[in-house]
């Protein structure tokens, strides 16, 4: 493993050369660096002016721009072009496409028209890879290279094309062995889905009515195995021909179509890209926080994911593409406020950013995204984020040297995220309109943010021992060395609704759940209910709480924190492990949490709506996204005056303030 080449904050930006005249591409670069940038990423859609289809390499080009960049003084991550294979060289794939759960074939015109499965492709990912590493692995100017593009944006994880389907087949084999193990596995006596051969196995689409769910999480892991697979072809390329350079991915917000552990267990840094307006109005934010927070996006969308993927390359993580002002995807796309490039900007080094990267630099006149937002106009003038750009690099600036080598400092409490368990939640899921996985997982870190916590978001393998606290908000599959391991914890740990509720192949543990992790606390769930939109429970004891959308009835010989009016008892509790057997709302995670913190000695700090607080090093930020201002050194006794790096002392919308810890 490498590692960045200056541990500085940088600020960068997504350039595409080939959209602009040569001619432009001295100035560009030293426009950049008027503007403080330092990092530039370029070629991830560039293919077809890369190779003709007689074989014929044109790399001078890319190589004329690089050098220019270079000149300018920016570092350069370049993108392998494979999201975007040209016309002459899928036309010459009668397989190549991916296909819908339709049966409609997902071809030409856009991008990312390839099916992970397809394997002729990888043949031509790596010819391509291999042409681009071998020139440019070793140009001093390259500092990272990004595989690819989005893996799985525009939904392209799935696919249920011919070649899918064979190589599920051979995934099926592989993992069973016999047929009649994959049967018993499955279940698939139930309703005489037992099958004599691998070969008759189909994609669990197209039937009359639900499939078998255990068909349905192998396809995925099988697909998201196909993913790692696909990557890992370019990774090894890369590694063999550039060493020393860092090789990355850019995720996605809201998207757990894949397991991302699992790919970023063979990468350096893993990115992502951060469009908070985009995701507030496409991912179905309850219409009241849509208002609330139109034109800043909510406060914990962008920092969960920063924390997400921070715990996916051991804590190296940089944002590859910022929203600068409107997009062009998302059902409608306001401008952001004044400040808000400036404050996501901050907010991700506050959380651990070795980079931060704006995308794009200049908007297209062109094409597909019109729409789309950059730092300048599509005339070339700056646009509105330009400014904000210069301002954070100033402020870079006044950071000393010793807090530009800034860690990121192991928070107190830790959630475990596993994309398995978020799968098999959605593959059983009750009613989508009252309980989504991976939003459930982010109430319980927004409760975390409420009250002033630093949070690390990690897998299910990663080292335990040093959390005080240790959410486990999706841990659907039984995994017994996990409940092993955290058997053994010095920490208060906790449990929700769900947890082993299933074993790998998705059948009901023969000790009934949450199976293994009953060792940590003696409970069995004998029934899961679910309640529809406007129907909540409330659990009275010491406090009350208010439950929506999911229920379990519990045998214990403990004595319940609260009971509901049915009788049934609410939140168990063994030493330090806690079983939470609904799903709270809001409120009332919050004021739960409070009181797991207590218990587990964190310092909690509460919040007022829409501010937020990170520690980096000896550095505190503060983060304002809702309407009015506050006073810092009202929310923070520590905050005094003298000690602020940069920012006021009142907090205004889209305000950032930092300061020295004393
Ligand atoms: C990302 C993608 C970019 C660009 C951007 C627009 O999903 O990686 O290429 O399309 O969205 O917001």
């Given at each position: 493993m ?10 960068g ?14 100035e ?41 960049l ?43 028209h ?25 140009h001093?100017?390259i500092?990272?290279?990004q595989?690819?593009n ?5 939904d ?5 094309s011919?070649?899918a ?15 009649d ?19 008759e196995?189909?994609?669990?689409v197209?039937?009359?009515?639900e ?14 195995d ?18 020393g ?7 996605m ?35 009241d926080?849509?208002?609330?927070y ?6 914990d ?10 715990g996916?390359?051991?804590?190296r993580f ?31 080094f ?45 402020e ?37 309109r ?16 409420e ?22 908000p ?10 092993e391991?955290?058997s ?42 679910t309640?529809?939109?406007e ?12 439950i ?13 924190a ?27 995670i ?8 207590a ?26 996204v809702?309407d ?8 923070f ?20 303030t ?5």
């Open positions: 490498t590692s960045i080449e200056s541990q500085t904050l940088r600020t930006v997504c350039y595409y050369p080939e959209h602009w005249p040569e001619s432009r591409w001295a560009d670069a030293a426009h950049m660096r008027r503007l403080g940038l330092s990092v530039v990423r370029i070629g991830e859609f560039a293919w077809s002016r890369l190779e003709s289809p007689d074989g014929e390499l044109h790399l001078d080009w890319l190589e004329r721009a690089i050098d220019t270079q000149a300018a003084g920016l570092s350069i991550v370049l993108g392998t072009p494979t999201a975007t294979p040209p016309a002459w060289l899928v036309n010459r794939h009668a397989g190549i496409y991916a296909v819908d759960e339709q049966g409609r074939t997902r071809g030409f015109g856009s991008r990312r390839y099916c992970f499965s397809y394997l002729p492709y990888h043949a031509d990912c790596a010819r391509i890879v291999t042409a681009l590493a071998k020139r440019f692995g070793k001093p100017g500092i990272a290279w595989t690819d989005e893996y799985g944006c525009h392209t994880i799935l696919s249920y011919e070649a389907i064979a190589g599920f087949q051979q995934w099926c084999r592989q993992r069973y062995t016999d047929i193990a994959l049967n018993t596995a499955w279940g698939n006596v139930f309703w005489s889905m037992e099958y004599t051969d691998f070969d196995i189909g994609a669990p197209g039937a009359v009515t499939t078998n769910p255990a068909h349905r999480m192998a396809y995925w892991r099988c697909a998201s196909a993913v790692v697979t696909f990557d890992r072809v370019q990774v090894d390329i890369i590694r063999a021909h550039s060493p350079r860092d090789v990355l991915h850019n995720f917000g809201n998207f757990v179509e894949f397991d991302h552990h699992a790919l970023s267990r063979h990468l350096d840094v893993a990115t992502w890209d951060n469009y908070p307006l985009g995701f507030l109005t496409r991912d179905g934010e309850d219409p926080e849509q208002r609330r139109l034109r800043t996006g909510t406060p969308s962008s920092a969960f994911h920063h924390d997400l993927y921070r996916c390359c051991g804590g940089w944002v590859m593409e910022q929203q600068p002002g409107p997009v062009n995807w998302a059902p409608y796309n306001p401008a952001p406020l004044d400040g808000m490039a400036r404050l996501w900007a901050w907010e991700a506050a959380h651990g950013a070795e980079v931060l990267s704006w995308f794009r630099w200049r908007q297209a006149p062109f094409a597909q995204e019109q729409m789309h937002t950059g730092l300048l106009l599509s005339n070339g003038e700056e646009d509105t984020a330009a400014s904000e750009a210069r301002q954070v690099a100033d870079i600036a006044k950071l000393d040297a010793s807090e530009l080598r800034l860690t990121t400092n192991r928070a107190q409490v830790a959630i475990l995220f596993d994309y398995a368990g978020d799968r098999a939640q959605r593959i059983q899921q009750p009613d989508g009252t309980y989504d996985p991976l939003q459930h997982v982010q109430q319980v870190y927004r409760a975390c943010r009250l002033g916590l630093d949070v690390d978001i990690v897998s299910s393998d990663a080292e335990l021992d040093l959390y005080s606290l240790v959410l486990l999706n841990i659907t599959i039984d995994d017994p060395v996990l409940a391991r955290l053994h914890l010095d920490a208060t740990i906790v449990l929700f609704p769900r947890s082993a509720s299933r074993g790998v192949d998705m059948a009901i543990p023969d000790s009934l759940p949450p199976a293994s992790l009953r060792k940590l606390i003696d409970v069995t769930v004998i029934r899961s209910e309640l529809p939109p129907e909540t429970l409330v659990a009275r004891g010491a406090v009350a709480s208010t929506t959308a999911w229920r379990e009835r519990i045998r214990s010989e403990l004595t319940p609260g009971r509901f009016e049915d009788g049934w008892g609410f939140h168990y509790t063994q030493g330090r492990v806690h079983y939470i057997n609904a799903i709270p709302d809001r409120p009332s919050r004021v739960l949490l409070k009181s797991l913190c218990e587990a000695g964190v310092a909690v700090t509460p919040m007022p709506e829409g501010v937020r607080t990170r520690r980096r090093g000896g550095l505190r930020f503060a983060f304002n809702s009015t201002s506050h006073s810092i050194s009202d929310l006794e520590e905050a005094a005056a003298d000690r602020i790096v940069f920012g006021e002392e009142q907090l205004a919308p889209a305000g950032v930092v300061w020295r810890e004393a």
